[in-house]
């Protein structure tokens, strides 16, 4: 087993990307991520791996869409500004069958918004941002240790299904430090790159890289056909963790770092003899729906927290259809709900149940 | 019997869709022939464009990308870095190059990017049908500027060879035109010796094709060579804007 070392967030998510065999990145400064572009500006040199500071977001988005298409296992990384001017460009990777790893540690929204931990890019994250019928698979870490091995899966999925995956976290996970091990990466069996644009070298039919298809049933073929893939992902990759949730009344949940909050909310509800539980989705798309309506079958009521003004709740009362109460809790603008404010919730729900 | 003319091979065998009189067909075999004579289409990978051209990826033998509009030179870059010892080009007109993607045509040049870009100015946005481009001339009438271009409303032209020649990692830049067999001549010069810098890993090369728009200038095939030989020459002068030349 490898040493613990104590790392960032964001330096974590780097040195993963290298250890899952990425040697291409393209970004564009912006806080609170710009650690993750430094550390990998310091040490790709030391790889054989390429860190290159583009001239935008939208260039550096469209730098991976040709690193990608050149066969590489390549990343990016922003924050939400900058992850909305890269949608163009993950619509298109999305649209040309392309695998690439897109980091967005969120800051708070609207506009400029500000530089605190936000959750408000989770519509963008999972409902599209840019244009036209796609899906991400989006990761959502809740620790530094998981930051790591999300990045190896982010890369692994990326390669199997041929899509954009989207690695979404928050300016305090990408800023915390905590102990981490880094293991040895090894690959899921993948399937060979042979769509891609590396030159034909004479010894086949050239490949083209493209998301224009001007006839409209040709088009739509091609995206129902995409969407049989995202079926296969939907029913492989939901992935979610539950705690305490068996004789559970209300369901807390929430993803990143305000899961972490809300188990602390469930240990003092549990204390004062509150059954509460939390159930955590680890994959926002595909959102593990099948865990919600399993436990919508034995708790009375659920909770959502969320650094945002409550977007994740939406596909919470869609898994359940509704059948339970599905209640809110959350902050915004970069304020970060307490465990206080989560217990007094769960306490006025409980009082009504 | 000796072959003296033939289908470049690294030009695809297919019905080309650009309009009659329109000198992208020239330029497209230009291209190709240059891929041929240079023993490269094996070792290439194309990029297109969004606007005339955006087909262009049927077009050629080699690896080809369909990129966003405006966007080729990040797209090459990133294929690029991957692939350092392959030939990159990217194929764009006008309105992609010098409007929506001055930004990523400016910074690959002045990061030295080892790529070639092949850059039609026909003075329009051609695919939507004739609006006006960043070089459309002072006076001239397009869809969107129905009463000539006013540079005092709409800005002026913008000359992409001397801008970017003004660059340090700009290798080679140079205007050439496509009206007549001695211009496609040189044309054709023009595009090899922008690929052997490229091949060579001098930076980044761009050739600037004037070339014409029956079409949507609304005039006949012949009466378009002529239109750019009195208007466009005028205004964007042939000629080499920058070569480093030597073993640089």
């Given at each position: 087993?490898?040493?613990?070392?104590?790392?960032?967030?964001?330096?974590?998510?780097?040195?993963?990307?290298?250890?899952?065999?990425?040697?291409?990145?393209?970004?564009?400064?912006?806080?609170?991520?710009?650690?993750?572009?430094?550390?990998?500006?310091?040490?790709?040199?030391?790889?054989?791996?390429?860190?290159?500071?583009?001239?935008?977001?939208?260039?550096?988005?469209?730098?991976?869409?040709?690193?990608?298409?050149?066969?590489?296992?390549?990343?990016?990384?922003?924050?939400?500004?900058?992850?909305?001017?890269?949608?163009?460009?993950?619509?298109?990777?999305?649209?040309?069958?392309?695998?690439?790893?897109?980091?967005?540690?969120?800051?708070?929204?609207?506009?400029?918004?500000?530089?605190?931990?936000?959750?408000?890019?989770?519509?963008?994250?999972?409902?599209?941002?840019?244009?036209?019928?796609?899906?991400?698979?989006?990761?959502?870490?809740?620790?530094?240790?998981?930051?790591?091995?999300?990045?190896?899966?982010?890369?692994?999925?990326?390669?199997?299904?041929?899509?954009?995956?989207?690695?979404?976290?928050?300016?305090?996970?990408?800023?915390?430090?905590?102990?981490?091990?880094?293991?040895?990466?090894?690959?899921?069996?993948?399937?060979e790159k042979t769509w891609a644009t590396d030159t034909t070298q004479g010894k086949r039919k050239k490949n083209i890289?493209?998301?224009?298809?001007?006839?409209?049933?040709?088009?739509?073929?091609?995206?129902?056909?995409?969407?049989?893939?995202?079926?296969?992902?939907?029913?492989?990759?939901?992935?979610?963790?539950?705690?305490?949730?068996?004789?559970?009344?209300?369901?807390?949940?929430?993803?990143?770092?305000?899961?972490?909050?809300?188990?602390?909310?469930?240990?003092?509800?549990?204390?004062?003899?509150?059954?509460?539980?939390?159930?955590?989705?680890?994959?926002?798309?595909?959102?593990?729906?099948?865990?919600?309506?399993?436990?919508?079958?034995?708790?009375?009521?659920?909770?959502?927290?969320?650094?945002?003004?409550?977007?994740?709740?939406?596909?919470?009362?869609?898994?359940?259809?509704?059948?339970?109460?599905?209640?809110?809790?959350?902050?915004?603008?970069?304020?970060?709900?307490?465990?206080?404010?989560?217990?007094?919730?769960?306490?006025?729900?409980?009082?009504?149940? | 019997?000796?072959?003296?003319?033939?289908?470049?091979?690294?030009?695809?065998?297919?019905?080309?869709?650009?309009?009659?009189?329109?000198?992208?067909?020239?330029?497209?075999?230009?291209?190709?022939?240059?891929?041929?004579?240079?023993?490269?289409c094996g070792n290439?990978?194309?990029?297109?464009?969004?606007?005339?051209?955006?087909?262009?990826?049927?077009?050629?033998e080699c690896d080809?990308?369909?990129?966003?509009?405006?966007?080729?030179?990040?797209?090459?870059?990133?294929?690029?870095?991957?692939?350092?010892?392959?030939?990159?080009?990217?194929?764009?007109?006008?309105?992609?190059?010098?409007?929506?993607?001055?930004?990523?045509?400016?910074?690959?040049?002045?990061?030295?990017?080892?790529?070639?870009?092949?850059?039609?100015?026909?003075?329009?946005?051609?695919?939507?049908?004739?609006?006006?481009?960043?070089?459309?001339?002072?006076?001239?009438?397009?869809?969107?500027?129905?009463?000539?271009?006013?540079?005092?409303?709409?800005?002026?032209?913008?000359?992409?060879?001397?801008?970017?020649?003004?660059?340090?990692?700009?290798?080679?830049?140079?205007?050439?035109?496509?009206?007549?067999?001695?211009?496609?001549?040189?044309?054709?010069?023009?595009?090899?010796?922008?690929?052997?810098?490229?091949?060579?890993?001098?930076?980044?090369?761009?050739?600037?094709?004037?070339?014409?728009?029956?079409?949507?200038?609304?005039?006949?095939?012949?009466?378009?060579?002529?239109?750019?030989?009195?208007?466009?020459?005028?205004?964007?002068?042939?000629?080499?804007?920058?070569?480093?030349?030597?073993?640089?």
């Amino acid at each position: 087993m490898a040493d613990k070392v104590l790392v960032k967030g964001n330096e974590a998510l780097g040195e993963a990307a290298i250890k899952a065999g990425c040697r291409f990145f393209f970004g564009y400064p912006i806080t609170p991520q710009t650690e993750l572009s430094e550390y990998l500006a310091k040490r790709f040199p030391k790889v054989g791996g390429t860190f290159l500071q583009a001239e935008s977001e939208v260039a550096a988005i469209n730098m991976v869409l040709g690193a990608a298409s050149a066969g590489a296992r390549v990343m990016t990384s922003s924050s939400s500004p900058g992850i909305s001017l890269k949608s163009e460009g993950i619509s298109y990777i999305a649209g040309s069958d392309l695998p690439a790893v897109i980091v967005n540690i969120q800051r708070g929204g609207p506009g400029l918004g500000g530089i605190q931990p936000s959750q408000a890019d989770y519509f963008q994250a999972t409902k599209g941002g840019g244009h036209g019928d796609y899906r991400l698979i989006v990761l959502a870490p809740n620790s530094v240790q998981e930051i790591v091995s999300l990045t190896f899966d982010a890369f692994d999925l990326a390669d199997l299904y041929r899509m954009p995956v989207m690695i979404l976290g928050d300016g305090m996970l990408g800023q915390m430090m905590e102990p981490v091990e880094f293991p040895e990466h090894s690959d899921r069996v993948l399937p060979e790159k042979t769509w891609a644009t590396d030159t034909t070298q004479g010894k086949r039919k050239k490949n083209i890289v493209n998301s224009l298809y001007i006839k409209p049933d040709v088009l739509e073929k091609i995206v129902l056909d995409r969407y049989a893939r995202y079926a296969e992902v939907e029913a492989k990759e939901a992935r979610a963790e539950t705690y305490l949730t068996d004789d559970a009344d209300i369901i807390i949940t929430a993803y990143g770092a305000t899961s972490r909050i809300s188990r602390n909310a469930v240990d003092a509800l549990r204390a004062s003899g509150i059954k509460a539980g939390l159930l955590r989705p680890i994959t926002l798309w595909p959102f593990p729906k099948a865990e919600y309506q399993r436990l919508a079958k034995t708790a009375k009521a659920f909770l959502t927290v969320e650094m945002s003004m409550g977007q994740m709740i939406e596909d919470v009362k869609l898994s359940i259809d509704c059948s339970r109460p599905v209640h809110f809790c959350g902050r915004t603008g970069g304020m970060i709900p307490t465990p206080g404010e989560i217990e007094a919730k769960a306490r006025e729900i409980a009082a009504s149940l | 019997m000796k072959t003296v003319f033939e289908h470049p091979k690294a030009l695809s065998d297919v019905l080309m869709h650009y309009c009659p009189g329109c000198t992208h067909g020239i330029a497209h075999r230009l291209v190709a022939e240059v891929l041929d004579e240079l023993g490269v289409c094996g070792n290439t990978v194309g990029v297109a464009p969004v606007g005339c051209a955006v087909f262009a990826y049927n077009y050629f033998e080699c690896d080809m990308i369909e990129a966003a509009h405006g966007r080729a030179p990040a797209v090459a870059t990133g294929v690029k870095r991957v692939l350092p010892n392959s030939v990159v080009f990217t194929y764009q007109g006008d309105g992609d190059l010098a409007a929506i993607g001055t930004a990523e045509t400016v910074h690959a040049a002045t990061r030295g990017e080892n790529i070639t870009v092949i850059f039609i100015n026909n003075t329009n946005y051609g695919m939507t049908g004739g609006q006006m481009a960043p070089t459309t001339l002072p006076g001239q009438v397009t869809t969107t500027t129905p009463y000539g271009r006013d540079v005092k409303a709409n800005g002026h032209p913008i000359r992409v060879c001397e801008m970017l020649a003004t660059l340090s990692g700009t290798a080679y830049a140079e205007r050439v035109a496509l009206n007549n067999v001695k211009n496609v001549m040189a044309a054709k010069r023009a595009i090899k010796k922008a690929f052997e810098y490229q091949i060579a890993g001098k930076g980044f090369s761009i050739v600037e094709l004037l070339s014409t728009c029956p079409t949507n200038w609304g005039l006949a095939p012949t009466d378009a060579m002529k239109w750019l030989e009195e208007n466009m020459l005028p205004y964007y002068p042939l000629g080499v804007y920058k070569d480093i030349g030597g073993d640089k």
